[in-house]
């Protein structure tokens, strides 16, 4: 059984920058992508970056040219490298792992962007 854990949320002013992890434990090579997505009180989770098996990623358009996502063994770990951020990227966010159609999902960090 998977299990992921995030960790590295907080409190950031405008313009800062935060580092995301997600540890995955009872990973295996079946795993065949990792994601992030968000959620902002009151609104819908939404996705934000994803990173492959085979290293090809996929950005929201409000993650692009701001946000990197990487993981240097799929079976482990994600990061989520975030800058620019403005308060509109407050929200909790999750890490999701898809394995052979099945979605496995962390309990989620919160992340607030406010002076």
């Known amino acids: 059984q998977l299990q992921l854990a995030e960790s590295g949320g907080g409190l950031v002013q405008p313009g800062g920058s935060l580092r995301l992890s997600c540890a995955v434990s009872?990973?295996?090579?079946?795993?065949?992508?990792l994601s992030w997505y968000r959620q902002a009180p009151g609104q819908q989770r939404e996705f934000v970056a994803l990173v492959d098996r085979n290293n090809g990623t996929i950005y929201a358009d409000s993650a692009k040219g701001r946000f990197t996502v990487s993981s240097m063994d799929i079976k482990s770990m994600v990061v989520l490298q975030m800058s620019s951020l403005n308060p509109e990227d407050t929200a909790v966010y999750y890490c999701?792992?898809?394995?052979?159609?099945?979605?496995?999902w962390g309990q989620g960090a919160q992340v607030t962007v406010s002076s």
């Open positions: 009872g990973g295996d090579s079946d795993i065949q992508a």
């Open positions: 999701k792992a898809y394995r052979h159609g099945y979605d496995f």
